[in-house]
């Protein structure tokens, strides 16, 4: 005998930024709670969302953390009970750890910016090495967390136009790219 359902899930994914999750439930208008909680943690409302004309319930979850697991589920109320219903689990995707190198490169004094991802928070450095391998920058980006980012290193003393090398450091591991520098 066929049992019938509030919603079920039509689609997760997870991202290093975000998740986003669909839920059909064959109602237009039907409300639901988004519920999330980490895999070691509580159940907690997050959200309050509402069904589309085709009966589809849309959520985007944008405050996740890369590498980690997160459990959703609707709560729904049926007959005045709230019923919870649609459960999925995600790990959101940690970011591979990489150097970019300067946008653009060639790069011009006034406007250097170099782009990288950390794949957690350990410790990182980047620095900047003339061609004689001397280090004319150090930046220590301690406590910037995983994800994909820049530092701006146009407003750096000493830097004159010519040929660098910029390596980035974390975990261990090196990445290391040539920039040029024009006026």
């Given amino acids: 005998r066929p049992v019938a359902t509030l919603a079920s899930l039509a689609s997760a994914e997870a991202f ?11 109602a237009a208008g039907m409300g639901a709670t988004v519920n999330r909680r980490l895999e ?3 159940w907690q409302a997050v959200a309050q969302i509402t069904s589309d004309g085709e009966g589809y319930l ?18 729904i109320y049926d007959g005045g009970v709230e019923v919870f219903v649609g459960e999925a689990w995600v790990t959101t995707v940690s970011p591979a750890f990489s150097l ?9 004094v006034g406007r250097f910016a170099i782009g990288f991802t950390l794949p957690g928070d350990e410790p990182a450095r980047l620095d900047v090495l003339d061609v004689t391998g001397r280090r004319v920058l150090s930046r220590d980006l301690n406590g910037i967390g995983a994800g994909r980012h820049m530092a701006d290193l146009s407003r750096q003393m000493g830097l004159r136009p010519g040929v660098y090398l ?12 040539r920039v040029v520098l024009l006026m």
Wanted: no cysteine.
């Fill in 166 to 177: 910029v390596r980035l450091f974390y975990g261990g591991e090196s990445r290391s790219q």
């Fill in 58 to 75: 849309s959520y985007k979850d944008t405050d996740v953390q890369p590498g980690l697991r997160y459990g959703y589920r609707l709560g």
């Fill in 40 to 42: 070691d943690g509580a």
């Fill in 16 to 26: 290093t930024d975000h998740v986003s999750l669909v839920w059909y439930a064959a």
């Fill in 100 to 108: 970019e190198g300067a946008s653009p490169n060639p790069a011009s």
